[in-house]
């Protein structure tokens, strides 16, 4: 008889256990899932950052775009046509490309325009630096030329910088060229220049401030301290006005920064291709 009472209260228990193995793990799961579905998870990662977007550095933008100048090694003419975003570097011959562009990094046209304000906007600072002098007038539309262009490191295409060449019109004869920017590579996104060629005032060799001037731009492009170039061959230029330095570039590169200046049609410039 007492066997048979505990038999009978061992049938409730049977019914609790079987009920808790069929539902228990799903109404678990679900209880699990309401506190983590439609609401905000914070994880703190080994890395700390929120995000990673791919930048180069003003030294390796220099670099590269060096590189470029002294390659300039184009595509087929076919591809000098195409987009910065569609471009194929597959195609590309070479270490370094300089190749003709239409967009810029947002993927959107840009007028010539763009490329005259942002190097007004560079050759004012470099005037407010005192590495060119206030004679140097404004760039106007009809009489200059902007192209923008795409300076690339074929193995790593994500190593390109976008700058703009402007050109003085040459198509205007015996055009007044005194105290007018000739040539120049800017920056399209920030409108740094990285090289120019510029009329100046009557002045001779001895009276540019070389060092003063290289240091002036190094600092305005973020560059570091200047190293002055050793073992610098006499005729790499063809004036014997120039003095050579280097700054450091990427890896194991470095770049050769060149001021020069022509004597007698007073043109001083600054350069980073050969």
Same mark, same amino acid.
Do not use: H
């Given at each position: 008889?007492?066997?048979?009472?505990?038999?009978?209260?061992?049938?409730?228990? +049977?019914? $609790?256990?079987? %009920?808790?193995?069929?539902? !228990?793990?799903?109404?678990?799961?679900r209880?699990?899932?309401?506190?983590?579905?439609?609401?905000?998870?914070?994880?703190?990662?080994?890395?700390?950052?929120? %995000?990673?977007?791919?930048?180069?550095?003003?030294?390796?933008?220099?670099?590269?775009l060096?590189? *470029? =100048?002294? &390659?300039?090694?184009?595509p087929?003419? #076919?591809?000098?046509?195409?987009?910065?975003? /569609?471009? #194929?570097?597959?195609?590309?011959? !070479?270490?370094?490309?300089?190749? @003709?562009?239409?967009?810029?990094?947002?993927?959107?046209?840009?007028p010539?325009?763009?490329?005259i304000?942002? *190097?007004?906007?560079? =050759?004012?600072?470099?005037?407010?630096? %005192?590495?060119?002098?206030? @004679?140097?007038?404004?760039?106007?539309?009809?009489?200059?030329?902007?192209?923008?262009?795409? +300076?690339?490191?074929?193995?790593?295409?994500?190593n390109?910088?976008?700058?703009?060449?402007?050109?003085?019109?040459?198509g205007?004869?015996? +055009?007044?060229? /005194?105290n *007018?920017?000739?040539?120049?590579? $800017? #920056? +399209?996104?920030?409108?740094?220049?990285?090289?120019?060629? $510029?009329?100046?005032?009557a002045?001779?060799?001895?009276q $540019?401030?070389?060092?003063g001037?290289?240091?002036?731009?190094?600092?305005?492009?973020?560059?570091?301290?200047?190293? /002055?170039?050793? &073992?610098?061959?006499?005729?790499?230029?063809?004036?014997?006005y120039?003095?050579?330095?280097?700054?450091?570039g990427?890896? @194991? %590169?470095?770049?050769?920064?060149?001021?020069?200046?022509?004597e007698?049609?007073?043109?001083?410039?600054?350069?980073?291709?050969?």
């Amino acid at each position: 008889m007492r066997a048979k009472k505990i038999s009978l209260l061992l049938i409730p228990v +049977a019914v $609790v256990i079987v %009920g808790l193995a069929v539902w !228990g793990p799903e109404e678990l799961a679900r209880y699990r899932d309401g506190g983590i579905i439609s609401r905000i998870q914070w994880e703190e990662t080994e890395l700390g950052t929120e %995000g990673y977007r791919y930048s180069l550095g003003s030294n390796e933008k220099v670099y590269i775009l060096s590189k *470029c =100048l002294n &390659n300039r090694i184009l595509p087929e003419s #076919d591809l000098s046509a195409v987009t910065r975003t /569609e471009l #194929d570097y597959q195609d590309l011959t !070479g270490t370094y490309a300089f190749v @003709e562009n239409r967009k810029d990094t947002s993927g959107q046209e840009v007028p010539a325009q763009r490329g005259i304000d942002l *190097c007004n906007q560079g =050759l004012q600072e470099l005037k407010d630096l %005192g590495i060119l002098p206030e @004679e140097v007038k404004p760039l106007e539309a009809p009489s200059y030329s902007a192209e923008l262009y795409s +300076a690339i490191d074929v193995p790593e295409p994500r190593n390109n910088v976008l700058v703009w060449k402007i050109s003085l019109n040459s198509g205007k004869q015996n +055009a007044r060229k /005194e105290n *007018c920017l000739l040539d120049a590579y $800017v #920056d +399209a996104d920030t409108g740094k220049v990285y090289e120019f060629y $510029v009329r100046v005032p009557a002045i001779s060799w001895e009276q $540019v401030d070389v060092e003063g001037m290289v240091s002036a731009w190094a600092e305005y492009m973020g560059l570091g301290k200047p190293q /002055e170039y050793e &073992n610098t061959n006499p005729l790499s230029e063809s004036t014997p006005y120039f003095k050579k330095f280097t700054f450091t570039g990427m890896e @194991e %590169g470095s770049t050769v920064v060149t001021v020069g200046f022509y004597e007698g049609i007073n043109e001083l410039y600054l350069k980073i291709s050969r």
